[in-house]
């Protein structure tokens, strides 16, 4: 009798072994499920997570842009205009005598500082560096250059993938400063969640736009820009899980398998992130500017009802064509809003290599 007892004992204790170590399992495999899906370390390297979700873009230029000059009035009620001539929209001032300048503050509390008449400013021209020597204006308001800088650029945009190094491509063509049109020199960069609130649709002659709400601190970062060129942003991300968390991963298309016909981009004009169908109309693999190798027609009613079609914010949309990720919308023609160009995607994959 005994023997008995103890062996259903011996029963009931594996049975519960077994069901709880059985669960614990299952819950594990989840997690790990979970943690392999948002995770870039087992993605293969010919393979990319297409992107589609917006974010917030802040810039901080290397060094104080130049935007231009102006006539300041000294305390005599005289203007003088002393970095005339000496300096121009699109330099990037380094350094002012011995100080080295990053920013606008800076440079505004060493030239409030100066007691002499003149000092040397360090620029940055092109990839020149150069010294010029320039007055100060005793102004009522105390010395002055009389010179227009700025030293960051915010905004919205798309990313347009993911790879294997959590690296990502954005905007497929580059930031510039809106008075210069001069490409912005970056120092640093990072990305930042936000929420599409609003969408102004395209007319003829007026390109639409996404707004979205962006708030610029530590707890909303989702990663760095470290390189913003002329094919687009690039730089890593920190918190795959805040955008990549639902992807599958697919090829990137070479040259020989992107053709003319229908094709799918994916934006989230809708507040989430959707594929919408359009057509690629013509290919110019000899453009003199990579971001506009592809022309686009946007084909998809839904799309034109809430957009009227390509919008600024949607830059860096990925374009899918036969489940490949063939690069991404970059430009809308302004007189059709229905239009737009894009880049190839390999020309992206040339800046995360």
């Given amino acids: 009798m005994w023997v008995k007892w103890y062996r259903r004992g011996v029963l009931i204790v594996l049975v ?48 104080v842009m130049v935007l231009g000059t102006e006539a300041v009035e000294d305390t005599g009620g005289v203007k003088k205009e002393p970095a005339r001539h000496l300096v121009k929209a699109g330099d990037y001032i380094v350094g002012i005598d011995e100080k080295e300048i990053g920013t606008k503050k800076e440079l505004q509390e060493a030239v409030g500082q100066e007691e002499a008449d003149e000092v040397v400013l360090h620029l940055r021209r092109d990839e020149e560096y150069l010294d010029v020597k320039t007055g100060l204006v005793d102004s009522e308001e105390g ?72 708030v610029y601190n530590n707890y909303n970062i989702l990663g760095t820009v470290e390189q913003n060129t002329e094919d687009g942003l690039y730089g890593k991300i920190d918190r795959i899980d805040a955008l990549f968390s639902d992807q599958k991963p697919v090829p990137a298309a070479s040259m020989e398998e992107v053709h003319t016909g229908d094709a799918q981009i994916r934006c989230a004009v809708s507040g ?11 290919i110019d693999w000899n453009a003199r500017e990579a971001n506009k190798a592809l022309v686009l027609e946007v084909t998809d ?44 995607i390999g020309s992206m994959l040339n800046h995360v290599k």
Avoid at 55 to 63: C, S
Avoid at 172 to 187: A, K, Q, S, V, Y
Avoid at 276 to 281: A, D, F, L, N, V
Wanted: charged fraction near 20%; proline fraction near 2%; glycine fraction near 16%.
């Fill in 301 to 344: 009613e839904k799309l034109l009802d809430a957009t009227g079609g390509i919008v600024q914010g949607m830059s860096g949309s990925p374009i899918l064509q036969d489940g490949r990720l063939v690069g991404a919308v970059t430009h809308v023609f302004v007189q059709d809003a229905r239009m737009g160009y894009g880049i190839y």
């Fill in 16 to 63: 519960a072994f077994m069901l709880l170590g059985g669960s614990y399992c299952f819950l594990e495999w989840k997690q790990g499920q979970f943690e392999q899906e948002v995770s870039t370390s087992n993605l293969d390297e010919n393979l990319l997570i297409p992107g589609g979700m917006p974010v917030g873009i802040y810039l901080e230029t290397d060094g």
């Fill in 272 to 282: 989430k992130v959707e594929e919408y169908q359009i057509r690629i109309t013509k």
């Fill in 143 to 214: 010395k002055k250059l009389g010179i227009w800088v700025k030293d960051n650029e915010q905004g919205l945009g798309t990313i347009t993938f993911l790879d294997s190094q959590s690296r990502f491509g954005a905007l497929g063509h580059g930031i510039r400063d809106t008075d210069t049109n001069e490409l912005l020199e970056i120092g640093d960069g990072r990305l930042y969640t936000t929420s599409i609130q609003d969408i102004r649709k395209g007319k003829s002659g007026t390109p639409g736009g996404m707004e979205g709400v962006i």
